[in-house]
């Protein structure tokens, strides 16, 4: 009953804090302001670690939607401290409402499960991965948001979606330096894997760790590309994208079709 309320709670206040940042856009079109509907964001991710730490036994449960709930909840409160510095509130409109549905299902739908036993060498490696995946797929929503301003821009079409988006040349940095670091913890994640997980090209690993490395040269090119030649708008979107789905299919892709279609787990 109590990890039920926690649950729902964590919903109801997601969907809050989505509608307060989206409202002033149906309005007038003025960006979302005020410190409000981020502290309600922030209640919401500390119902839904509390909730994930109830459900899965305090431990990293990989099964796919705890997997997926767990990211939500990380991709959460890294929009909030990206928001502490930097106005893109507007992130929120899309990562809140995701995670309020992935809070559902995990708690509700998905059938319960156990966490694999691990090592702290293995916890150390998802965990950056888990990072790594996270500050990664924020970077993909801003590119998505870049190529909405740059479009609008072009065509001279000034909506109150584009009005409520930081300057170009802010989501543009802020891209960049989220790739960075998104970059640098991905690094991290395949140095971990390499000393930490036995037969990293085994059968079961081998479709993680090339996509995993695809996502990585990817990145890099994309870094150099911005250093040397000074990349940016749409192959910066295109590559950042790209990349990102790289990493999707890496981490959830295979996992989806074992337990999803086949009724197995890895």
């Given amino acids: 009953m109590i990890l039920s309320a926690l649950n729902l709670l964590a919903v109801a206040l997601y ?28 209640a919401a991710v500390l119902l839904h670690a509390t909730a994930l730490l109830s459900m899965h036994r305090g ?14 909840c990380v991709v959460s409160a890294l929009t909030l401290l ?54 990664l797929s924020i970077a993909a929503v801003l590119a998505i948001g870049l190529a909405v301003q740059e479009r609008g821009l072009r065509h001279r079409q000034f909506g109150p979606w584009l009005r409520a988006l930081p300057p170009l040349t802010l989501t543009e940095s802020l891209l960049f330096q989220l790739i960075g670091a998104g970059f640098a913890l991905l690094t991290l994640t395949l140095v971990t894997g390499a000393l930490f997980v036995d037969n990293l090209f085994g059968q079961h690993l081998v479709h993680k760790t090339v ?3 695809l996502a990585w040269l990817v990145f890099g090119a994309l870094l150099f590309g911005r250093w040397r030649y000074g990349w940016r708008g749409r192959r910066a979107v295109n590559l950042t994208l790209s990349g990102t789905a790289l990493l999707v299919l890496a981490f959830f892709g295979t996992k989806a079709v074992l337990e999803l279609v086949l009724h197995r787990s890895m």
């Fill in 15 to 42: 969907l809050i804090a989505t509608a307060a940042l989206a409202w002033p856009l149906l309005g007038e079109g003025r960006p979302p302001g005020g410190r409000m509907p981020l502290v309600v964001a922030a």
């Fill in 82 to 135: 990206v928001n502490l510095t930097r106005p893109v509130a507007i992130l929120g409109v899309a990562v809140f409402p995701l995670s309020a549905l992935l809070v559902a299902i995990d708690g509700f739908i998905a059938p319960p499960t156990v966490p694999t036993p691990m090592d702290w060498q293995i916890k150390l490696h998802v965990t950056i991965a888990l990072l790594a995946f996270s500050v």
């Fill in 211 to 213: 996509l995993s490395i």
């Fill in 59 to 72: 431990a990293l449960d990989l099964h796919f939607f705890a997997a997926l709930s767990l990211v939500a």
